[in-house]
């Protein structure tokens, strides 16, 4: 079985300020992770993925995410926020054992909250 | 159709009384994933399609949930005597493969009273 952590439910940050979410994961198999947002009212969106390869994945809107297998984190940043980023922001895992494959497992979220 | 699709929107229900929620997955997806999300939480599994079967339905929660895919595309999510705490927003999703990205529908927010 695989679960989430997300260690901080919400973050505040100013406009043009970096910042970084944090995610760690727990897993006996290998796994597939995925960050995606939530802006208010709408559906997920999917931000980036990371199946293989290169550890450093960028995604959607200026996004990045580094796997790191020795860490178990999956941590997503962005170097400069716009106010409209604000959003809930969701990290998740895909097991690849043949039991759970296709069971994305999802963290509590952390919002993101950018102001002026 | 252009996303995933789900119906309705938004259903408001009396304690005990039996629901469906309706699925439109992306056509050609083969797998279909339902998940209930409650205020503050991540969303949460409950079940998974691989074409008309079941994969893994390790999520629902009880007797009361039950979930079907006759012909390998749309699918419905059934829930029997509603209690209040089946009050949530039920997502679902559908990939290509079960290997392959997720894309969500905009959720149904039941509300039981």
């Known amino acids: 079985a695989q679960s989430v952590t997300q260690l901080d439910s919400q973050v505040p940050v100013f406009e043009e300020a970096p910042v970084e979410l944090r995610c760690n994961y727990s897993s006996s198999v290998s796994v597939y992770l995925f960050w995606y947002v939530q802006y208010p009212n709408q559906g997920l969106q999917l931000l980036l993925k990371y199946l293989s390869g290169s550890t450093l994945v960028k995604g959607i809107n200026g996004f990045e995410a580094e796997f790191n297998k020795s860490q178990t984190s999956f941590h997503l940043r962005k170097p400069s926020v716009h106010i409209s980023d604000t959003a809930e922001y969701f990290c998740?895992?895909?097991?690849?054992?043949?039991?759970?494959?296709?069971?994305?497992?999802f963290g509590k979220g952390t919002k993101l909250s950018v102001k002026p | 159709g252009a996303g995933v699709s789900q119906t309705p929107s938004n259903k408001v229900t009396e304690k005990g009384k039996y629901v469906e929620l309706r699925c439109d997955p992306i056509?050609?997806?083969?797998?279909l994933y339902w998940y209930r999300q409650s205020l503050g939480q991540g969303p949460e599994f409950l079940i998974y399609?691989?074409?008309?079967?079941?994969?893994?339905d390790s999520g629902l929660p009880n007797d009361r949930f039950f979930a079907v895919r006759p012909e390998g595309s749309v699918s419905t999510l059934k829930i029997q005597r509603t209690e209040r705490g089946d009050s949530a927003v039920y997502l679902c999703?559908?990939?290509?493969?079960?290997?392959?990205?997720?894309?969500f529908g905009q959720g149904t927010r039941l509300t039981v009273v």
């Open positions: 399609f691989q074409g008309t079967g079941a994969a893994d």
């Open positions: 999703a559908s990939s290509w493969t079960g290997d392959t990205e997720a894309f």
């Open positions: 998740a895992v895909k097991g690849l054992d043949g039991g759970s494959q296709g069971n994305l497992i």
């Open positions: 056509s050609g997806h083969t797998a």
